[in-house]
């Protein structure tokens, strides 16, 4: 995006367990079942995290506001069509 705000945060570049809370809270929002997998909000956490390591998952930092997200690859699209069309208007 033009404005310099969203940085990609590649994943081996987080401590593990801040990636793991990263990763839940994402199973968490997204509302997967986590009675699903038989290792309940684990076993999700396994499979977002094989998602990550494929590029099916994006970490994304704002640098503005200090918050980190993971996004699917069809979020971060529309999130940065959404941030460009905010910066035409001038909302940023």
Do not use: K
């Not at 971060?76 to 905010?86: H, I």
């Amino acid at each position: 995006m033009s404005s310099g705000r969203f940085v990609e945060v590649p994943s081996r570049m987080l401590p593990a367990d801040t990636l793991n809370r990263l990763l839940a809270e994402f199973v968490t929002r997204q509302g997967y079942d986590t009675t699903d997998t038989g290792e309940g909000e684990r076993g999700w956490v396994g499979e977002v995290s094989g998602q990550l390591e494929r590029g099916e998952l994006l970490i994304v930092h704002d640098l503005q506001t200090e918050l980190t997200e993971v996004m699917t690859q069809e979020q971060w699209r529309a999130f940065g069509r959404q941030v460009a069309d905010d910066e035409e208007e001038g909302d940023w």
